[in-house]
DNA sequence: AATGAATGAGCTTTCATTCAT
DNA sequence: CATGAATGAAAGCTCATTCAT
C-alpha cells in the first residue's frame, strides 16, 4: 500500500525469515501475506495472490489458519513479540538513559527498515484493518512496548529538562521512524546508522 | 482506516468544508468520502456509502465523477491546492527563515488536525491507491510543496548549521507530523499551537 | 453491430435523409439512432449516444419518443414503408417477369446499400429486439413487401420451371442481398448494378 | 437474437454436444452460453442466465472463463475449428470440383442448422461483438476455411466459366446459406439435403 | 494437508427513464 | 421544448470461505 509495485513483485525466496515466519509452510504464508499486505494494503490484497506466492491453492491457505483476518493477526503478533524481544535486548546492553534512547531509535530503526520491515510496516500502518477484539489481543504487548521508550523519555526529562512532555515525544518520534519505510532505501547513499544519528540529534537537541 | 469507527459515522453537516468541498451536490460528495477514505481506507469504502452518506443513490455519484477513483483524485487535489495556497500565505507574513519554519509547521499541523483533517489525511496514507496517471497529475503541485519546505531548511542550515541534511530534516519532521493524525485530539488538554512549539523544539533545538 | 466503428462516428450531416428521416429536430434523432443501431448495435446503442450525436441532452430524447424502443420502431415503420413504395415503383415500370425480378434486386440492394442502408440493415439484423406487440404492427407491411417477391418467382417458375419452389428461393435470395451489407463497398471497384446482375445470374441461371 | 424465446429456453440437456462443448463444467457453460447468445444475442444475455441455465451461481462461471467476453471468444473457437475440420473432410472424399462445391454447401447448412446450429450461428452474426483482439486471434481460421471456399469456386470458373467473381460468389452464398438458420426447420417439409440442391442449383445453375 | 469447483454476498458501474426547473 | 440531476434496477465481476474428493 505504502510502496505499491504490482509489476514486479519479489519471490518468497527473496523475503527474509525472522521468527516464525520461517521456511514452513505455515511461515511461507505468513511471509508472503506480510509482503504483500505492506506492498498492497491488507484490503488491496488477496487470499489468491498470497496462495500463488507460496505455491500453494487459495482453499489450502485455510487450513493454516481460519481467515485472511487471522494471517494478519498472526503477522502483527510475531513481529510485535521479536520487536519487543529485540528491544529489550538493545538496552540492556547500555547503562545510560541517552544511550538507551539511542538503542531503542536503531533497534526501531532496524524494525522497520530490516528484516521485519514487512511485518513491521503492516502493524504499523494496517493496524485498523485488525478486528476489534484482535486489537485487543495484542494491546498488551503493544503498551509494553511503548512504556520501555515512555520510561526511557521520562527519565531523559528528568535529568536534562529537555524532553518536557514524554508522551508528546514519543509519538513525535514514532510518526518520523515509522514514516522512513516510505523514503528510506538501504541502498542509497545513506546508512541506517547514519539515519539514527540524526533521529537522536533531532530526539536530543545537540 | 486510521480510525476505524463504523458504527458511529459523522453526519455530512459535522464535516467541515473548504474549497470546494463546499455544499453543492458535487461538494457532498467529496466532502463524505473525504471523511469516509480517512475513516476506512479507499479500500474499505464502498460508493454505496459515500452515497448514503450524501442522501442519494450510489448511481448518481456518477453523475458527478465517472469513477469511484476520480472522487479520491479530486479529493486530494483540492486539498493539495487549497493547503498550498494556505502555506504560502502563512511563510509570506514573516521573515526570518525560524518564523518561516515555524509558520509551515503551525500550517501543516493546522492541514491535517483542522477542517481539512479529512482530506489531508487521505491525501498522505492513500496516495498509492491513486492511478499512476492520476498521481503523475498531481506531481507538480507536491513538488511544489515539498520544495518550499526543503528551501527553508536549507536557508537554516546555512544559517546555523544545526539542521544537516534539509532533505532528510523534511522527511523526519513530515512523519512526525503526519502521525499526528493518529493520536492528537483538538479537544484534549494540549492546543495544536502547543504542539507546534514542540514540533519546532525537536526540528531546531533549544 | 455489423460494422463496429466505435473510434470515428460519422457526424450526423454526412448521414442521408429519406422519409421522414429528415432534418426536423424529430428526424435527426431517428438518422443518429439507425446509423449507432446499426453500428454498435440496439442493445449496443445507448440513448446517451443518440442525443450526444443530435447535439441534445439523453433527457430531451423522451418529448420526442416515449422510449428507447419506440425510436427504434419508428426507424424500421419508416424504411419498411418508404422501401415498399420503392418497390412497387420499381416494378411498375418494367413488364416481363423477369424484368420484374431485376427490378426488385436492384431495388432491395439499394435499399440496404443506398441511402437507406442503416435503417434498412437495422430493419434485418434488429428485427429481434423490437418487442413482440411492435413486431406485429409491422407485420403487415412486411408480409406485403414479401408477397411481392414471392409473387414474382411463382410466375418465372410457371414461365421457366427453373425457380422450384419461390419461397424458398425468396429466403436465399434475401440472405445473398441482405448480406452485401458486410462485404459491399459502395467505393470499391464493383458497382450496385454489377452486383444486381450477378445476383440475377444466381437467380435465373444463365 | 435472431430468434427471441425468453419465455421457453431449452434445457441444457436437450441442447447437443460436439467438440470441447461437452459435459464436463466448462463445456456446459460453453454450450448454455452459446445457446442464449444465439437466441437473444450476446449483448442481450446475462452471465446469470448462463449460470441458472447451467445450475450454478453467476459468480462460479468466473472460475472457469475470466470474463464473459471470453465466454464468447471460446465457442467461437471451437465451432471454428470443429467446422473447419468437418469441412476438409468433406471435401477430402470426392474428386471434382462440382462434387467437392456440393461437399462445401450441404457441410455448411449442417454447420448452421446441425448440431453446431447455436455456436456457428453466433459465429456468424456475433462477430462484431468480439473485441478486436480475439478477433485477430481467430483471423487465421476464418481465412483458412474461406480460401477453401474460394478455392474450389475459381477451380469452377475455370472450368466452366460460369461462377465469374469467385470472392463474389461466395459472399452471395455465405448470405443465403447463413440465412437459412432464421427461417429453416429440421421438422418441416424439408430436408437439409434437398436445401442443399437448391443451393447448389442457385450457385451452379442447372 | 492439499485441491479446486462452487458459493453468495457484495462490489463498481451502466443506463433507460423521470421530472422539477 | 429543453435541461440535467436523480433514480433504481440490473449489469459484469470479485473474493473470502467452504467442502467433497
Redesign the interface.
Known amino acids: ?4 509495485v504490482p509489476q514486479q513483485l519479489k519471490s518468497l525466496e527473496k523475503i527474509p525469515s525472522f521468527g516464525c515466519l520461517d521456511d514452513s509452510p505455515r511461515g511461507r504464508v505468513l511471509r508472503a501475506a506480510a509482503h504483500l499486505f505492506r506492498v498492497n ?1 491488507y ?2 490484497t488477496t487470499v489468491r495472490e498470497i496462495a500463488a506466492m507460496v505455491g500453494i491453492q487459495s482453499g489450502s491457505l485455510f487450513h493454516h489458519f481460519k481467515s485472511k483476518e487471522e494471517i494478519l493477526f498472526t503477522v502483527m503478533k510475531e513481529v510485535i513479540e521479536y520487536t519487543s524481544t529485540k528491544q529489550n535486548e538493545a538496552i540492556a546492553q547500555v547503562s545510560t538513559a541517552r544511550e538507551k534512547l539511542k538503542a531503542l531509535i536503531i533497534s526501531e530503526l532496524y524494525a522497520i527498515n530490516g528484516v521485519t520491515c514487512d511485518a513491521m510496516t503492516v502493524l504499523v ?1 494496517e493496524w ?2 485488525l478486528s476489534r477484539s484482535h486489537q485487543h489481543d495484542l494491546l498488551e504487548l503493544r503498551n509494553a512496548y511503548e512504556s520501555t521508550w515512555v520510561g526511557i523519555l521520562k527519565q531523559l526529562k528528568d535529568e536534562s529538562g529537555y524532553v ?2 514524554p508522551q ?2 514519543r ?10 519505510v516510505t ?2 532505501r538501504k541502498d542509497g547513499s ?1 546508512t541506517l546508522e547514519s ?1 539514527a544519528d ?2 537522536l ?3 536530543l ?2
Request: charged fraction near 20%; hydrophobic fraction near 65%.
Open positions: 500500500m505504502l510502496v505499491k494494503g484490503e488491496g500502518f485498523d484493518a518536557e512532555s508528546v515525544w509519538k513525535l518520534l514514532v510518526g518520523a521512524i515509522a514514516w522512513s523514503w528510506f545513506m539515519l540524526r533521529v540529534l533531532m530526539a537537541g545537540r
